[in-house]
Protein backbone atom coordinates (compact mmCIF):
# COMPACT_ATOMS: atom_id res chain seq x y z
CA UNK A 1 0.00 0.00 0.00
CA UNK A 2 1.87 3.63 -1.20
CA UNK A 3 -0.11 6.85 -0.59
CA UNK A 4 0.02 8.51 -3.55
CA UNK A 5 -2.49 10.89 -2.93
CA UNK A 6 -4.66 10.21 -6.11
CA UNK A 7 -7.56 12.85 -6.68
CA UNK A 8 -10.50 11.55 -8.31
CA UNK A 9 -12.37 13.65 -10.38
CA UNK A 10 -15.95 12.58 -11.78
CA UNK A 11 -17.30 14.53 -14.87
CA UNK A 12 -21.07 14.13 -15.51
CA UNK A 13 -23.83 15.01 -18.28
CA UNK A 14 -26.18 17.45 -17.45
CA UNK A 15 -29.96 18.85 -18.32
CA UNK A 16 -29.38 21.25 -21.14
CA UNK A 17 -26.36 19.79 -22.07
CA UNK A 18 -24.20 20.99 -19.64
CA UNK A 19 -21.18 19.12 -17.56
CA UNK A 20 -21.19 18.59 -13.90
CA UNK A 21 -17.93 18.09 -11.97
CA UNK A 22 -16.75 16.33 -8.46
CA UNK A 23 -13.58 16.72 -7.15
CA UNK A 24 -13.21 14.15 -4.68
CA UNK A 25 -10.31 13.40 -2.54
CA UNK A 26 -10.51 9.57 -1.16
CA UNK A 27 -7.34 9.39 0.58
CA UNK A 28 -7.99 7.55 4.32
CA UNK A 29 -6.43 7.96 7.55
CA UNK A 30 -5.24 4.47 7.06
CA UNK A 31 -1.58 4.63 6.79
CA UNK A 32 -1.51 6.64 9.68
CA UNK A 33 -3.47 4.65 11.92
CA UNK A 34 -1.24 1.85 10.85
CA UNK A 35 1.73 3.34 11.85
CA UNK A 36 0.75 4.02 15.45
CA UNK A 37 -0.57 0.47 15.87
CA UNK A 38 1.10 -1.80 18.45
CA UNK A 39 2.27 -3.85 15.95
CA UNK A 40 3.93 -0.89 13.45
CA UNK A 41 4.55 1.63 16.17
CA UNK A 42 8.69 0.18 16.71
CA UNK A 43 8.91 -0.02 12.55
CA UNK A 44 7.04 3.45 11.54
CA UNK A 45 10.34 5.51 11.27
CA UNK A 46 11.54 2.41 8.61
CA UNK A 47 7.95 1.90 6.78
CA UNK A 48 7.06 5.84 6.24
CA UNK A 49 9.48 6.02 3.46
CA UNK A 50 7.93 3.02 1.68
CA UNK A 51 4.29 3.90 1.81
CA UNK A 52 4.49 7.31 0.77
CA UNK A 53 5.08 8.07 -2.67
CA UNK A 54 4.23 11.80 -2.35
CA UNK A 55 7.58 13.88 -0.42
CA UNK A 56 8.66 10.92 1.64
CA UNK A 57 11.74 13.41 3.19
CA UNK A 58 9.00 15.86 4.48
CA UNK A 59 7.09 12.91 5.62
CA UNK A 60 9.87 11.37 7.67
CA UNK A 61 11.42 15.20 8.87
CA UNK A 62 7.51 15.53 10.20
CA UNK A 63 7.45 12.16 11.68
CA UNK A 64 10.48 13.16 13.52
CA UNK A 65 10.58 16.52 14.68
CA UNK A 66 6.95 16.09 15.85
CA UNK A 67 8.37 12.90 18.07
CA UNK A 68 10.99 15.06 19.19
CA UNK A 69 9.25 17.36 20.38
CA UNK A 70 6.87 15.39 22.16
CA UNK A 71 9.35 13.63 24.01
CA UNK A 72 10.68 17.60 25.02
CA UNK A 73 13.55 17.85 22.84
CA UNK A 74 13.76 21.86 21.31
CA UNK A 75 14.09 22.19 17.88
CA UNK A 76 17.60 23.48 17.88
CA UNK A 77 18.80 20.48 19.83
CA UNK A 78 17.22 18.63 17.13
CA UNK A 79 18.92 20.13 14.56
CA UNK A 80 21.85 20.15 16.64
CA UNK A 81 21.86 16.14 16.01
CA UNK A 82 20.78 15.72 12.51
CA UNK A 83 22.97 18.39 10.94
CA UNK A 84 19.80 20.30 10.14
CA UNK A 85 20.11 16.99 7.46
CA UNK A 86 15.95 16.48 7.36
CA UNK A 87 15.69 20.71 6.48
CA UNK A 88 17.72 20.45 3.93
CA UNK A 89 16.14 17.26 2.72
CA UNK A 90 12.69 18.51 2.48
CA UNK A 91 13.96 21.65 0.63
CA UNK A 92 15.60 19.57 -2.02
CA UNK A 93 12.95 16.70 -2.62
CA UNK A 94 10.82 19.81 -2.82
CA UNK A 95 12.91 21.18 -5.56
CA UNK A 96 13.24 17.50 -7.45
CA UNK A 97 9.78 17.76 -7.54
CA UNK A 98 8.83 20.91 -9.06
CA UNK A 99 12.02 20.08 -11.77
CA UNK A 100 9.86 16.50 -12.63
CA UNK A 101 6.46 18.00 -12.62
CA UNK A 102 7.60 21.37 -14.52
CA UNK A 103 9.46 19.73 -17.22
CA UNK A 104 7.79 16.29 -17.37
CA UNK A 105 4.04 17.22 -16.75
CA UNK A 106 4.05 20.54 -17.74
CA UNK A 107 5.77 19.36 -21.11
CA UNK A 108 3.16 17.03 -21.44
CA UNK A 109 0.05 18.89 -21.09
CA UNK A 110 2.23 21.97 -23.65
CA UNK A 111 3.12 19.88 -26.05
CA UNK A 112 6.39 20.39 -25.58
CA UNK A 113 7.82 17.10 -24.27
CA UNK A 114 11.15 16.79 -22.58
CA UNK A 115 14.52 15.33 -24.62
CA UNK A 116 15.89 12.12 -23.39
CA UNK A 117 18.57 14.05 -21.66
CA UNK A 118 16.26 16.04 -19.73
CA UNK A 119 14.54 12.65 -18.47
CA UNK A 120 18.05 11.10 -17.38
CA UNK A 121 18.90 14.47 -15.51
CA UNK A 122 15.65 13.91 -13.60
CA UNK A 123 15.88 10.58 -12.94
CA UNK A 124 19.45 11.09 -11.68
CA UNK A 125 18.28 13.61 -9.04
CA UNK A 126 15.32 11.60 -7.48
CA UNK A 127 17.50 9.03 -7.14
CA UNK A 128 20.03 11.14 -5.31
CA UNK A 129 16.83 12.11 -3.26
CA UNK A 130 16.34 8.44 -3.16
CA UNK A 131 20.36 8.54 -1.29
CA UNK A 132 19.50 11.20 1.26
CA UNK A 133 16.29 9.57 2.42
CA UNK A 134 18.57 6.41 3.15
CA UNK A 135 20.58 8.93 5.24
CA UNK A 136 17.71 10.91 7.38
CA UNK A 137 16.25 6.97 7.61
CA UNK A 138 19.77 6.45 9.64
CA UNK A 139 19.13 9.32 11.68
CA UNK A 140 17.03 9.42 14.42
CA UNK A 141 16.94 12.09 16.52
CA UNK A 142 15.49 10.44 19.64
CA UNK A 143 18.96 8.23 19.43
CA UNK A 144 21.86 10.18 18.79
CA UNK A 145 24.28 7.67 20.04
CA UNK A 146 23.57 5.98 16.39
CA UNK A 147 24.60 9.18 14.96
CA UNK A 148 28.47 9.48 14.22
CA UNK A 149 30.63 11.96 12.70
CA UNK A 150 31.14 9.81 9.51
CA UNK A 151 27.83 9.15 8.57
CA UNK A 152 27.13 12.66 9.34
CA UNK A 153 30.16 13.69 6.78
CA UNK A 154 28.60 11.72 4.20
CA UNK A 155 25.31 13.28 4.34
CA UNK A 156 26.16 16.46 4.26
CA UNK A 157 28.26 15.62 1.06
CA UNK A 158 25.34 13.74 -0.69
CA UNK A 159 23.37 17.13 0.14
CA UNK A 160 25.88 19.46 -0.99
CA UNK A 161 26.18 17.06 -4.53
CA UNK A 162 22.62 17.30 -5.09
CA UNK A 163 22.48 20.90 -4.67
CA UNK A 164 24.42 21.60 -6.79
CA UNK A 165 22.78 18.77 -9.62
CA UNK A 166 19.56 20.45 -8.77
CA UNK A 167 20.77 23.59 -9.24
CA UNK A 168 22.34 23.18 -12.77
CA UNK A 169 19.07 21.22 -13.55
CA UNK A 170 16.97 24.06 -13.08
CA UNK A 171 19.05 26.41 -14.94
CA UNK A 172 19.47 24.54 -17.58
CA UNK A 173 15.77 23.43 -18.05
CA UNK A 174 13.57 25.51 -15.85
CA UNK A 175 14.92 28.87 -15.66
CA UNK A 176 17.26 29.14 -19.00
CA UNK A 177 19.62 30.86 -16.70
CA UNK A 178 20.57 30.60 -13.10
CA UNK A 179 18.04 30.77 -10.63
CA UNK A 180 19.12 33.62 -9.08
CA UNK A 181 19.49 35.38 -12.17
CA UNK A 182 15.53 34.76 -12.94
CA UNK A 183 14.45 35.56 -9.60
CA UNK A 184 16.10 39.31 -9.73
CA UNK A 185 14.85 39.81 -13.44
CA UNK A 186 11.62 38.54 -13.15
CA UNK A 187 9.85 40.91 -11.10
CA UNK A 188 7.04 41.76 -12.99
CA UNK A 189 4.43 40.64 -15.62
CA UNK A 190 5.91 42.27 -18.48
CA UNK A 191 8.96 40.01 -17.41
CA UNK A 192 7.48 36.98 -17.06
CA UNK A 193 5.99 37.59 -20.68
CA UNK A 194 9.33 38.02 -21.99
CA UNK A 195 11.00 35.35 -20.39
CA UNK A 196 8.07 32.83 -21.47
CA UNK A 197 8.31 34.26 -25.05
CA UNK A 198 11.43 33.98 -25.40
CA UNK A 199 12.13 29.78 -23.96
CA UNK A 200 8.84 29.46 -25.30
CA UNK A 201 10.39 26.59 -28.19
CA UNK A 202 12.58 24.98 -25.19
CA UNK A 203 11.42 24.88 -21.62
CA UNK A 204 8.42 23.60 -21.07
CA UNK A 205 7.60 25.71 -17.80
CA UNK A 206 7.89 28.64 -20.35
CA UNK A 207 5.57 27.16 -22.96
CA UNK A 208 2.95 26.59 -20.08
CA UNK A 209 3.40 29.94 -18.64
CA UNK A 210 2.74 31.83 -21.61
CA UNK A 211 -0.29 29.85 -21.86
CA UNK A 212 -1.52 30.61 -19.21
CA UNK A 213 -0.90 34.36 -19.55
CA UNK A 214 -2.55 34.00 -22.85
CA UNK A 215 -5.66 32.78 -21.13
CA UNK A 216 -8.98 34.30 -19.68
CA UNK A 217 -7.30 35.78 -15.92
CA UNK A 218 -10.17 33.82 -14.63
CA UNK A 219 -8.55 30.54 -15.57
CA UNK A 220 -8.24 28.25 -12.41
CA UNK A 221 -9.01 30.96 -10.47
CA UNK A 222 -10.33 29.71 -6.45
CA UNK A 223 -11.48 31.93 -3.84
CA UNK A 224 -10.47 30.11 -0.97
CA UNK A 225 -8.58 32.63 1.97
CA UNK A 226 -4.81 31.43 2.53
CA UNK A 227 -3.62 29.18 5.34
CA UNK A 228 -1.07 30.04 7.75
CA UNK A 229 2.07 29.08 7.35
CA UNK A 230 4.36 26.73 9.52
CA UNK A 231 5.42 29.45 11.52
CA UNK A 232 2.07 30.89 11.97
CA UNK A 233 2.45 31.00 15.67
CA UNK A 234 1.38 29.03 18.72
CA UNK A 235 -2.36 29.89 18.41
CA UNK A 236 -2.20 28.23 15.46
CA UNK A 237 -0.69 25.51 15.92
CA UNK A 238 -2.65 24.54 19.03
CA UNK A 239 -6.06 24.52 17.90
CA UNK A 240 -4.58 22.69 14.74
CA UNK A 241 -3.50 19.69 17.11
CA UNK A 242 -6.13 19.50 18.89
CA UNK A 243 -8.94 19.59 16.54
CA UNK A 244 -6.27 16.69 14.45
CA UNK A 245 -5.83 14.89 17.62
CA UNK A 246 -9.90 14.61 18.43
CA UNK A 247 -12.23 15.88 15.91
CA UNK A 248 -13.17 12.78 13.88
CA UNK A 249 -12.65 13.31 10.45
CA UNK A 250 -10.95 16.76 10.37
CA UNK A 251 -7.51 15.65 9.44
CA UNK A 252 -9.28 14.19 6.12
CA UNK A 253 -11.53 17.78 5.71
CA UNK A 254 -9.91 20.72 7.43
CA UNK A 255 -11.08 23.88 7.64
CA UNK A 256 -9.28 27.39 9.63
CA UNK A 257 -11.92 29.77 10.63
CA UNK A 258 -14.56 28.12 9.37
CA UNK A 259 -13.76 27.92 5.86
CA UNK A 260 -11.75 25.94 3.21
CA UNK A 261 -8.05 27.02 2.48
CA UNK A 262 -5.24 27.05 0.26
CA UNK A 263 -1.69 26.46 0.65
CA UNK A 264 1.75 25.89 -1.41
CA UNK A 265 3.58 28.23 -2.94
CA UNK A 266 1.32 31.29 -2.97
CA UNK A 267 1.67 31.58 0.42
CA UNK A 268 5.27 31.39 0.82
CA UNK A 269 5.85 34.24 -1.84
CA UNK A 270 2.98 36.16 -2.49
CA UNK A 271 5.13 39.38 -1.36
CA UNK A 272 7.33 38.79 -4.07
CA UNK A 273 6.97 41.28 -6.38
CA UNK A 274 5.72 38.94 -9.46
CA UNK A 275 3.81 37.28 -7.67
CA UNK A 276 1.59 40.33 -5.83
CA UNK A 277 1.16 41.55 -9.20
CA UNK A 278 -0.28 38.41 -10.77
CA UNK A 279 -2.78 38.14 -8.09
CA UNK A 280 -3.48 42.23 -7.87
CA UNK A 281 -4.13 42.19 -11.89
CA UNK A 282 -5.71 38.60 -12.13
CA UNK A 283 -6.43 36.87 -8.44
CA UNK A 284 -5.09 33.93 -7.49
CA UNK A 285 -5.64 32.10 -10.96
CA UNK A 286 -3.51 29.42 -12.92
CA UNK A 287 -0.84 31.66 -13.72
CA UNK A 288 -0.21 33.65 -10.34
CA UNK A 289 0.02 29.49 -8.83
CA UNK A 290 2.95 29.21 -11.21
CA UNK A 291 4.74 32.30 -11.18
CA UNK A 292 4.57 31.78 -7.19
CA UNK A 293 6.09 28.01 -7.30
CA UNK A 294 8.55 29.18 -10.09
CA UNK A 295 9.83 31.59 -7.88
CA UNK A 296 9.57 29.27 -4.98
CA UNK A 297 12.06 26.80 -6.00
CA UNK A 298 14.80 29.83 -6.86
CA UNK A 299 14.16 30.67 -3.43
CA UNK A 300 14.75 27.50 -2.11
CA UNK A 301 17.74 27.04 -3.99
CA UNK A 302 18.90 30.41 -2.88
CA UNK A 303 17.89 29.56 0.88
CA UNK A 304 19.72 26.10 0.41
CA UNK A 305 22.86 28.01 -0.47
CA UNK A 306 22.80 29.81 2.31
CA UNK A 307 22.06 26.94 4.49
CA UNK A 308 24.62 24.79 3.35
CA UNK A 309 27.63 27.67 3.95
CA UNK A 310 25.82 27.82 7.77
CA UNK A 311 27.85 26.67 10.04
CA UNK A 312 25.51 26.97 12.98
CA UNK A 313 22.44 24.54 12.03
CA UNK A 314 21.14 24.48 15.10
CA UNK A 315 19.25 27.62 15.28
CA UNK A 316 17.30 27.38 12.18
CA UNK A 317 18.85 31.22 10.04
CA UNK A 318 21.55 31.55 9.16
CA UNK A 319 24.49 34.46 10.49
CA UNK A 320 23.14 36.61 7.31
CA UNK A 321 18.93 35.80 8.74
CA UNK A 322 18.74 34.65 4.52
CA UNK A 323 17.18 30.83 5.10
CA UNK A 324 14.77 29.33 7.63
CA UNK A 325 14.06 26.41 8.24
CA UNK A 326 11.15 24.63 6.57
CA UNK A 327 9.59 22.86 9.31
CA UNK A 328 8.50 24.13 12.87
CA UNK A 329 7.27 22.41 16.27
CA UNK A 330 4.83 22.92 18.88
CA UNK A 331 4.04 21.22 22.10
CA UNK A 332 1.36 22.11 24.33
CA UNK A 333 0.82 18.90 26.78
CA UNK A 334 3.42 16.30 27.81
CA UNK A 335 3.96 13.49 25.46
CA UNK A 336 1.81 15.26 22.33
CA UNK A 337 3.42 17.77 19.71
CA UNK A 338 2.55 18.77 16.07
CA UNK A 339 5.23 19.55 13.17
CA UNK A 340 4.32 22.09 10.43
CA UNK A 341 6.47 21.44 7.35
CA UNK A 342 6.87 23.56 3.93
CA UNK A 343 6.69 21.13 0.87
CA UNK A 344 6.38 21.70 -2.56
CA UNK A 345 2.59 21.37 -2.62
CA UNK A 346 2.00 22.84 0.75
CA UNK A 347 1.63 22.65 4.62
CA UNK A 348 2.08 18.84 5.87
CA UNK A 349 1.08 18.60 9.48
CA UNK A 350 1.90 15.74 11.76
CA UNK A 351 -0.01 15.53 15.26
CA UNK A 352 1.40 12.71 17.53
CA UNK A 353 1.21 11.67 21.13
CA UNK A 354 4.07 9.21 21.68
CA UNK A 355 4.82 6.58 24.71
CA UNK A 356 8.04 6.22 26.98
CA UNK A 357 9.69 4.81 24.59
CA UNK A 358 9.29 7.95 22.27
CA UNK A 359 7.03 5.48 19.88
CA UNK A 360 4.11 7.20 17.85
CA UNK A 361 0.80 5.49 19.97
CA UNK A 362 -1.45 7.91 17.95
CA UNK A 363 -0.50 9.56 15.04
CA UNK A 364 -2.48 11.96 12.89
CA UNK A 365 -1.45 13.61 9.38
CA UNK A 366 -3.33 16.15 6.88
CA UNK A 367 -1.16 16.53 3.88
CA UNK A 368 -1.62 19.52 1.41
CA UNK A 369 -3.95 17.41 -0.51
CA UNK A 370 -6.67 17.58 2.88
CA UNK A 371 -6.75 21.83 2.02
CA UNK A 372 -6.46 21.84 -1.96
CA UNK A 373 -8.93 19.47 -2.45
CA UNK A 374 -11.46 19.16 0.49
CA UNK A 375 -14.84 19.58 -0.02
CA UNK A 376 -15.98 22.90 -1.80
CA UNK A 377 -12.24 23.68 -1.46
CA UNK A 378 -9.38 25.34 -4.23
CA UNK A 379 -9.64 22.38 -6.05
CA UNK A 380 -13.63 22.08 -6.23
CA UNK A 381 -13.67 26.25 -6.86
CA UNK A 382 -11.65 26.05 -9.86
CA UNK A 383 -13.17 23.24 -11.82
CA UNK A 384 -16.60 24.28 -10.68
CA UNK A 385 -15.87 27.78 -12.34
CA UNK A 386 -14.28 26.37 -14.96
CA UNK A 387 -17.19 24.57 -16.10
CA UNK A 388 -19.51 27.58 -15.33
CA UNK A 389 -17.76 28.91 -18.13
CA UNK A 390 -18.65 25.51 -20.40
CA UNK A 391 -22.11 25.54 -19.41
CA UNK A 392 -22.74 29.08 -20.36
CA UNK A 393 -23.06 28.00 -24.06
CA UNK A 394 -24.40 24.36 -24.03
CA UNK A 395 -27.25 23.76 -25.42
CA UNK A 396 -29.26 19.92 -26.18
CA UNK A 397 -28.22 20.45 -29.35
CA UNK A 398 -24.17 21.28 -28.56
CA UNK A 399 -23.93 19.85 -25.35
CA UNK A 400 -20.17 20.39 -23.36
CA UNK A 401 -17.02 18.92 -25.32
CA UNK A 402 -16.24 15.93 -22.42
CA UNK A 403 -12.57 15.93 -24.15
CA UNK A 404 -12.12 19.41 -24.50
CA UNK A 405 -13.41 20.49 -20.59
CA UNK A 406 -10.96 17.21 -19.37
CA UNK A 407 -8.00 18.55 -21.20
CA UNK A 408 -8.85 22.15 -19.50
CA UNK A 409 -9.34 21.32 -16.36
CA UNK A 410 -6.21 19.46 -15.94
CA UNK A 411 -4.54 22.49 -16.88
CA UNK A 412 -6.49 24.73 -14.29
CA UNK A 413 -5.59 21.89 -12.08
CA UNK A 414 -2.03 21.64 -12.52
CA UNK A 415 -1.74 25.36 -11.31
CA UNK A 416 -3.47 24.83 -8.29
CA UNK A 417 -1.33 21.35 -7.54
CA UNK A 418 0.84 19.93 -10.12
CA UNK A 419 2.03 16.89 -8.22
CA UNK A 420 -1.17 14.90 -7.13
CA UNK A 421 -2.28 12.44 -9.61
CA UNK A 422 -5.39 12.90 -11.17
CA UNK A 423 -7.76 10.13 -11.79
CA UNK A 424 -10.95 11.76 -14.04
CA UNK A 425 -14.32 9.26 -14.17
CA UNK A 426 -17.05 9.78 -16.92
CA UNK A 427 -20.68 9.24 -16.37
CA UNK A 428 -22.94 8.46 -19.06
Given at each position: ???SG??H????????????????N???????????????????????????G???????????????????????????R????????????????????????????S????????L????????????????????????????????????????????????????T??????????????????????????????????????????????F??V????????????????????????????D????????????????????????A????L?G?????L???????????????R???????????M???????????????????????T???????????S????????????????????????????????????F??????????D?????????????G?????????????
Amino acid sequence: MIESGTVHIDLSPKPGGRAGVVVLNARTNGIARMLASPEKRAKARRLIPLLYGLCPCAHLASFDAARARAVGLCDAERRARTGALPERAVLLEAVVENLRVLVMDAGALSGLRPDAAMLRSIGRLRAEVATVLQHMAAMDPLHPEAIDTPHRMAATDTVRALFDDAREAAATMLFGMVPEAWLSDTTSIEAMEAWAAQWNDKLPAARLARGFLMRPANFGRVSAPLLPGHNAGPAFAEELLYRMMHEPGFDLAPVWKGATRLTGAIVRRLREPLVAGLVALRGVCAVSLLAARLTDIAAMLEALRASLGDSDTSSGMSPNGRWETPLSTYGFRAGEALCLTETARGLLAHAVSVNDAGEAVRLRITSPTEWQFSPDGPGQQAATLLARDFNADATEEKPVDFEEFESLLRLALFGLDACVPLDFHRHA
